[in-house]
């Protein structure tokens, strides 16, 4: 595992967008399957976003229809496209591996993790 590098968070009113990005060096996006992750104060780090290798995504039922997870043609970066956002959303977010299975994709991370990038949604 390389390193992780998340960026592109920060402060929008609700209803806002926010696109994330998550860097990590190696052929990671080519081989593991990868999400977000967010962690708001106080809370459990949860899976929010996941996507194979052959494009399968995955969502939680709290950002469905709202968020979109992809992967860059050149396979160098995971993006999270946040739409609609609530104060809810507020959180740290993180980059991460992820496993597929047959009823959707569950947290399987690397030891290491990055230092996540943070979003605030505020009236």
């Known amino acids: 595992q390389g390193q992780l590098v998340e960026s592109g968070g920060g402060l929008v009113q609700p209803g806002g967008s926010l696109r994330l990005s998550c860097r990590a060096s190696?052929?990671?996006?080519?081989?593991?399957?990868m999400g977000w992750y967010r962690q708001a104060p106080g809370k459990q780090r949860d899976l929010v976003a996941g996507?194979?290798?052959?494009?399968?995504?995955h969502y939680a039922s709290s950002v469905k229809g709202r968020f979109t997870i992809s992967v860059a043609s050149n396979k160098d970066t995971m993006y999270l496209q946040m739409a609609s956002l609530k104060p809810e959303d507020t959180a740290v977010y993180y980059c991460?591996?992820?496993?597929?299975?047959?009823?959707?994709?569950?947290?399987?991370?690397?030891?290491?993790w990055g230092q996540g990038t943070q979003v605030t949604i505020f009236s």
């Open positions: 991460n591996r992820v496993r597929p299975g047959a009823w959707g994709m569950t947290p399987a991370p690397f030891s290491i």
């Open positions: 190696g052929d990671v996006f080519s081989t593991y399957a």
């Open positions: 996507i194979s290798t052959n494009g399968a995504t």
